[in-house]
């Protein structure tokens, strides 16, 4: 369980203080696929980053299975990331290195044997649909293949939550439903909760359980996704779904 408490997150600039994030609170359950929506700048990529320590919060806690992380540095830190994976909107692949050696980084650098890390990066590759492209480079890739890769690396260390920072965004209709899926089959057969930070409710619909609408770095509604699409209390909220069609199984979900 990851628990958010209280996080604001104020940056210093020319301007002077920028606040990012302001008393967020959340509780994302173990298994979730949770979702947080918003508009360019409300925050979002703020708060994912936060929760891996990327950026450190000014104020509040994180807390991970009911130990407080937020003051983590060092070897201490090193070990929590290693529960937590995260994939990117642009893969962040090494453009020079093979696609197996791609997948085995996280485990090179953890030092583990060099034949086991090569065979969990083919279990992974397998299983992610890419198996047979170990030798290819990135560049050899199509995008969607490529975010494939970003995701096996991303399992590498056997994580228990992954991170997902508009993970779809630079992909075409099509290869977004492929990835989705993907990523919600790796939910039930691995057990990995999700967090999926994306500025598409489509992305939600189709995946998440739970939801939270983040509005200036405050977040405004959180909820069940079909109890939050089907009547939204918060402006935010309100004017992503008149600004976007969501399909008729939200109804569905949510009579079921």
Do not use: W
């Not at 893969?91 to 890390?117: A, H, I, M, Y």
């Not at 609408?213 to 918060?234: C, H, L, M, R, T």
């Amino acid at each position: 369980m990851i628990e958010i408490k209280n996080v604001d997150k104020i940056y210093e600039t020319k301007e002077g203080k920028f606040q990012a994030l302001h008393d967020v609170s959340l509780t994302i359950n173990d298994g979730d696929i949770f979702g947080i929506i918003g508009e360019s700048g409300a925050g979002k990529s703020t708060l994912v980053r936060c929760i891996n320590l990327l950026e450190r919060p000014t104020a509040g806690q994180i807390v991970v299975d009911g130990v407080d992380v937020t003051g983590y540095t060092g070897s201490q830190l090193n070990t929590f990331r290693h529960d937590i994976g995260m994939i990117f909107q642009n893969f962040s692949l090494f453009q020079q290195q093979t696609v197996l050696k791609n997948v085995t980084f996280p485990l090179d650098v953890r030092g583990e044997d060099s034949k086991k890390s090569q065979e969990r990066a083919r279990e992974l590759l397998a299983m992610v649909g890419l198996e047979g492209k170990e030798g290819r480079y990135p560049s050899e890739l199509s995008g969607g293949q490529q975010q494939r890769v970003a995701i096996a690396r991303a399992l590498a260390n056997n994580p228990k939550f992954l991170l997902c920072d508009e993970a779809t965004s630079a992909l075409d209709s099509r290869t977004t439903i492929q990835i989705l899926d993907l990523l919600q089959d790796i939910n039930k057969k691995m057990g990995v909760t999700l967090v999926v930070i994306t500025h598409a409710l489509s992305v939600v619909e189709q995946i998440c359980n739970r939801v939270a609408v983040i509005d200036k770095g405050v977040i405004v509604e959180q909820g069940e996704v079909a109890d939050v699409f089907s009547n939204p209390q918060s402006e935010a909220a309100q004017f992503l779904l008149q600004h976007t069609a969501v399909s008729s199984t939200i109804t569905m979900k949510k009579e079921a």
